[in-house]
């Protein structure tokens, strides 16, 4: 209630008292600003009544003066009541000298009415301003500019208020997709602060998103993966990263630390068109990679001993040549055979075989030092990979390990498994550096230990050639 008058909405009776107007969702709101535009054209333009009628049902607003206005007056609170007022200015001056538009059905519900002008908001299909008098007027003693001044008014008013109404939907619409997504979506400013966390940060990281917001995603990354992660940021505040992915490890509520796999994407200003930070759809790996380190040792290990396979001791081997270039660190190539291996499948069958075998991988690991490599590269074939020092008898007291450790009898289903083991040993440098020579030059000494009657070793006697081979 304005204290010159009285002010109310969605069209109801003069006398009603102000009620809210309803959209076209069946929920009040105020299209700001029209109750008040109401009430300025009415007291600007002079006029005792001024209305906006919205289309399609879309609001109605009236400013009245009680003192003026009759009680009874019915206000038409749709476009459709007017009966069709064009696409521009509508005027009449004296509705007692215009008999046509006396008989319209809403100028009867407000007898007395002598004045009416309306001006389009953009366009009549979007809505009207409407004003009302009980003294006859021309239109240019009420105000012609004024009046288009406050009609485009009214039209940047509907305009503006659509704009917000799109906005708040489309922020629902992502609200709505984010929280309901199972990846995590993050909003983060140039400093790397996350401005939002969706709600299922709590199942990939245990966190309510209210104890992330504020904080830097640093704080909770790996140390290992602590350097990759900064530089990512530091190219982002940069505004050179525009979109890329990242995989990194962040520290769970309970301590514990989950592999995570992010898509991240640079945004901008719309304004300014400057990045202004960031946002990360983040979803957890920890699956996959544990199903890619199962897949990575299936392909590297012995299934049946758990020890490295062929492909891995090579692997380990060029690695070892590659040190002895650079730093000239010493090893030894044990190659390994279980001596009367073969009798054991043959009186009591392969399932005994693959207890025996798993046993002697469990010996062998057990006689070496925790750095050094045991493969698996055959039946009852093995084979040690290990570094050494200048000391000549350290490679001895290693073989010498696990000959005892391989005397002692296997026990299966009742029966005593008596066993041995043949060693042959390439060492570098004496051996030369190619990989497949240091391999022969082992099997070589493998095949004398055999023949001295198993259960020993033997190193293969060879000297380098200038080429890094070796040669007897």
């Not at 709101?29 to 906006?52: E, I, K, M, N």
């Not at 206000?75 to 007022?85: A, N």
């Not at 499948?345 to 798993?358: C, E, I, K, M, S």
């Amino acid at each position: 209630m304005s204290p010159s008058g009285w002010s109310m909405r969605t069209g109801i009776t003069v006398g009603q008292g102000p009620l809210l107007t309803q959209d076209a969702t069946g929920e009040t709101s105020d299209v700001a600003g029209y109750d008040a535009l109401c009430r300025v054209a009415r007291a600007l333009l002079g006029v005792h009544a001024a209305s906006v009628v919205l289309a399609r049902n879309a609001g109605h607003w009236i400013d009245a003066d009680p003192r003026a206005v009759p009680r009874d007056w019915i206000f038409p609170k749709t476009i459709e009541e007017f009966g069709g007022l064009g696409e521009d200015l509508k005027a009449i001056t004296d509705f007692s000298s215009d008999t046509a538009d006396t008989e319209s059905a809403w100028t009867r519900r407000m007898p007395g009415l002598r004045f009416f002008a309306s001006i389009p908001l953009g366009s009549s299909a979007e809505g009207r301003l409407c004003l009302f008098d009980t003294r006859p007027r021309t239109i240019e003693d009420t105000g012609d500019d004024h009046l288009r001044d406050l009609g485009r008014i009214a039209h940047e008013i509907l305009r503006l208020h659509r704009e917000l109404q799109a906005a708040k939907q489309q922020e629902a619409d992502f609200r709505l997709l984010a929280e309901s997504s199972t990846d995590t979506i993050v909003r983060g400013d140039l400093e790397g602060v996350r401005l939002y966390v969706s709600p299922s940060v709590n199942t990939l990281l245990g966190y309510e998103p209210e104890e992330l917001i504020g904080r830097q995603a640093a704080d909770i990354v790996h140390p290992d993966d602590a350097p990759r992660f900064r530089e990512m940021m530091q190219r982002i505040r940069e505004g050179n990263f525009d979109v890329g992915e990242s995989e990194i490890r962040q520290r769970h509520k309970n301590g514990s630390w989950v592999w995570m796999e992010a898509s991240i994407r640079l945004t901008y200003d719309r304004t300014t068109g400057e990045p202004n930070g960031y946002v990360a759809s983040v979803r957890g790996m920890d699956r996959r990679k544990k199903l890619e380190a199962r897949l990575t040792r299936q392909a590297t290990h012995d299934v049946l001993t758990g020890l490295a396979n062929r492909a891995l001791l090579e692997e380990h081997l060029n690695e070892a040549v590659a040190r002895n270039r650079s730093t000239g660190q010493r090893f030894a190539l044990f190659y390994l055979d279980v001596d009367h291996f073969k009798r054991v499948n043959d009186t009591l069958g392969h399932q005994a075989g693959d207890a025996v075998l798993r046993e002697v991988a469990i010996r062998l690991r057990g006689g070496m030092r925790p750095q050094d490599i045991v493969a698996r590269v055959g039946g009852d074939e093995f084979a040690a990979l290990l570094e050494v020092s200048t000391n000549p008898r350290e490679v001895d007291r290693v073989a010498e390990r696990l000959i005892r450790a391989l005397g002692v009898p296997v026990e299966y289903g009742g029966h005593s498994i008596s066993l041995g083991i043949s060693i042959g040993i390439a060492r570098v440098p004496e051996c030369g550096l190619a990989p497949a020579a240091l391999q022969a030059a082992a099997d070589g000494a493998l095949y004398e230990a055999k023949q001295a009657g198993r259960g020993c070793y033997r190193y293969a006697a060879c000297r380098p050639n200038e080429n890094g081979s070796a040669q007897g």
